[in-house]
């Protein structure tokens, strides 16, 4: 399958480009043959193995929904064509172009699951309560502890005011970032792509966890997922990802969020966000082996990528340190 994706920057991923990112993603490199040899499969017969630490499967209440294709295109912003590093392309920022994520929230408990209230205020001001579905849901919302752990993916309820709610699963102390992705439905900023955040303090003796060295591959549920491409930052390139367990190549991922496979990635150090999900829409539950990515990693560095996939009605975390050239 094809499938391409689009970075955080919201001018760029609204570009109007995206058939041509489909068509640069038909470009998919060939994959060694992984090694793998796992104990159990990535299906029915993982009976709630763990996942990797750091990551977090407990907070996806809508694992099992299907999604129609991302929505969301636009104009492309003249002002800034090409420019990296601008304000708003990392998610970094709690507010661009009028459109803000607020909260008064900074501080969350540990220890128990917990409930995060915020909402994006538009131009004029006022909560926004009007957002387009993109991949099934009008917004999408991330969990990262500065070190790229306790990843968590969800998406919250919206109150007929415009107050959202996230409810988290347990937070390790530490910082957190809570990101949300949106598109306005109208307005000055209808069609556009956003994604703000803002940073929560957990109180309690943190500990860092180091990032794992950047690798290949990584396994999650026993699946083995191999992921190929050499990246450079700013720059468009392929990313393919290959499924297998025991060995064999995966066949049967169910769609999730409308695709066949949803990939988040941070920036080791700031935690810089970007999205690459797929455009072409999920059909049957025949996916993989597989998957292709149309990668555009703003910074150089490594990057801590979030690759979810459903098979056998479960939702699996894979994650691992990818490095983007500079
Ligand atoms: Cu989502």
Same mark, same amino acid.
């Given at each position: 399958?094809?499938?391409? $994706?689009?970075?955080?920057?919201?001018?760029?991923? $609204?570009?109007?480009?995206?058939?041509?990112?489909?068509?640069?993603?038909?470009?998919?490199?060939?994959?060694?043959?992984?090694?793998?040899?796992?104990?159990?499969?990535?299906?029915?017969?993982?009976?709630?193995?763990?996942?990797?630490?750091?990551?977090?499967?407990?907070?996806?209440?809508?694992?099992?929904?299907?999604?129609?294709?991302?929505?969301?295109?636009?104009?492309?912003?003249?002002?800034?064509?090409?420019?990296?590093?601008?304000?708003?392309?990392?998610?970094?920022?709690?507010?661009?172009?009028?459109?803000?994520?607020?909260?008064?929230?900074?501080?969350?408990?540990?220890?128990? /699951?917990?409930?995060?209230?915020?909402?994006?205020?538009? /131009?004029?001001?006022?909560?926004?309560?009007?957002? $387009?579905?993109?991949?099934?849901?009008?917004?999408?919302?991330?969990?990262?502890?500065?070190?790229?752990?306790?990843?968590?993916?969800?998406? /919250?309820?919206?109150?007929?005011?415009?107050?959202?709610?996230?409810?988290?699963?347990?937070?390790?102390?530490?910082?957190?970032?809570?990101?949300?992705?949106?598109?306005?439905?109208?307005?000055?900023?209808?069609?556009?792509?956003?994604?703000?955040?803002?940073?929560?303090?957990?109180?309690?003796?943190?500990?860092?966890?180091?990032?794992?060295?950047?690798?290949?591959?990584?396994?999650?549920?026993?699946?083995?997922?191999?992921?190929?491409?050499?990246?450079?930052?700013?720059?468009?390139?392929?990313?393919?990802?290959?499924?297998?367990?025991?060995?064999?190549?995966?066949?049967?991922?169910?769609?999730?969020?409308?695709?066949?496979?949803?990939?988040? $990635?941070?920036?080791?150090?700031?935690?810089?966000?970007?999205?690459?999900?797929?455009?072409?829409?999920?059909?049957?539950?025949?996916?993989?082996?597989?998957?292709?990515?149309?990668?555009?990693?703003?910074?150089?560095?490594?990057?801590?990528?979030?690759?979810?996939?459903?098979?056998?009605?479960?939702?699996?975390?894979?994650?691992?340190?990818?490095?983007?050239?500079?």
């Amino acid at each position: 399958m094809s499938v391409s $994706a689009r970075s955080a920057r919201p001018a760029r991923s $609204a570009r109007p480009g995206r058939p041509a990112l489909r068509r640069r993603a038909l470009v998919s490199a060939g994959l060694s043959a992984a090694l793998a040899l796992t104990l159990a499969a990535c299906g029915s017969s993982s009976q709630g193995s763990p996942s990797l630490p750091g990551t977090d499967h407990g907070a996806m209440p809508s694992a099992g929904a299907s999604m129609p294709s991302p929505g969301g295109s636009g104009h492309e912003d003249p002002s800034m064509p090409g420019m990296d590093g601008m304000p708003g392309d990392d998610g970094l920022s709690d507010s661009l172009d009028g459109y803000r994520l607020t909260s008064s929230d900074a501080a969350l408990p540990s220890g128990r /699951p917990a409930a995060y209230r915020f909402a994006v205020t538009g /131009p004029d001001g006022r909560p926004v309560t009007a957002f $387009a579905v993109d991949q099934t849901e009008r917004l999408h919302f991330y969990a990262i502890r500065s070190d790229l752990t306790g990843f968590q993916h969800l998406h /919250p309820t919206m109150a007929e005011d415009g107050t959202w709610t996230a409810s988290l699963s347990t937070l390790a102390p530490g910082s957190w970032r809570m990101f949300a992705t949106f598109t306005p439905a109208g307005g000055p900023g209808g069609s556009k792509d956003f994604v703000l955040s803002r940073t929560v303090t957990v109180p309690g003796t943190s500990r860092t966890t180091t990032l794992p060295a950047a690798a290949g591959t990584t396994t999650v549920d026993g699946c083995t997922v191999t992921v190929q491409g050499d990246l450079t930052a700013g720059m468009e390139h392929p990313l393919t990802v290959r499924l297998t367990r025991n060995g064999e190549p995966v066949t049967d991922l169910q769609p999730y969020l409308g695709t066949y496979a949803h990939l988040t $990635a941070f920036h080791a150090g700031d935690a810089a966000f970007a999205h690459l999900h797929p455009t072409t829409p999920a059909s049957g539950d025949e996916g993989g082996p597989d998957l292709s990515f149309h990668a555009e990693l703003p910074a150089p560095g490594n990057w801590r990528l979030f690759l979810q996939f459903r098979t056998a009605g479960r939702v699996h975390t894979a994650a691992l340190t990818l490095h983007v050239a500079g």
